[in-house]
C-alpha cells in the first residue's frame, strides 16, 4: 500500500492469491483510501469461480480477467480502462471549473439582486417618497443592475 501511495500507478492488475493479505483485501483498502479509490484495479487470477468475479467487481474493480489469459486481450482491456480513467479524470475537471464558475457567477448575481431589491424597496416606500430627480436616478440605477444581470447571465451561456 506504501508503494502504491509512493508511486501512485495508472491502473492497477491484482491477484487474487498472494502472500500475505490477499488480492480481495488489498482492493477493500485501496478503495477505503480517498487517495487511492479513483485507481482502476483490474483482478487478474486463476480463480474463476462466479461468486469469486462477483466479489472482486463489488469490491470496486473495473474488471476481472482469469489465467491462463490472451495478451492481446488483458492489453486491450488495459488501455481501455486508462482511456476510460482519463476520461472520468477530464469530466471530473470539467465539473470543477463548472462548479467555480457558477460559483462566482452566484456571487455576482447576489450583488446585483440585492442592489435592486434595495432600490426597488426605496421606491416603494410611501414614508420617504424621493423627489422626482432622486426616483428617476433610482430608477436608472435599477434599470443599470438588471442590465448587468442579464448580461451576466446571457455570458455564461456563451463560456
Not at 73 to 89: A, I
Request: neutral net charge; charged residues 25%.
Amino acid at each position: 500500500m506504501e508503494a502504491i501511495k509512493k508511486k501512485r500507478p495508472d491502473l492497477i492488475l491484482l491477484d487474487i492469491i498472494m502472500p500475505g493479505i490477499d488480492g480481495f483485501e488489498t482492493c477493500r483498502r485501496l478503495k477505503q483510501d480517498a487517495t487511492l479509490a479513483n485507481i482502476p484495479v483490474i483482478f487478474l487470477t486463476a480463480k474463476t469461480e462466479k461468486e469469486e468475479v462477483i466479489a472482486g467487481l463489488e469490491l470496486g474493480a473495473v474488471d476481472y480477467v482469469t489465467k491462463p489469459f490472451n495478451e492481446k486481450e488483458l492489453l486491450t482491456r488495459v488501455n481501455t480502462h486508462l482511456e476510460l480513467q482519463m476520461v472520468k479524470e477530464k469530466l471530473r475537471d470539467s465539473i470543477a471549473t463548472r462548479d467555480k464558475l457558477f460559483s462566482i457567477i452566484s456571487h455576482d448575481l447576489n450583488g446585483i439582486l440585492g442592489g435592486m431589491q434595495s432600490i426597488a424597496q426605496l421606491l416603494t416606500n410611501k414614508k420617504t417618497l424621493p423627489d422626482v430627480e432622486t426616483r428617476e436616478n433610482w430608477l436608472q440605477m435599477l434599470l443599470q443592475a438588471a442590465t448587468q444581470g442579464y448580461d451576466l447571465l446571457k455570458s455564461s451561456y456563451n463560456i
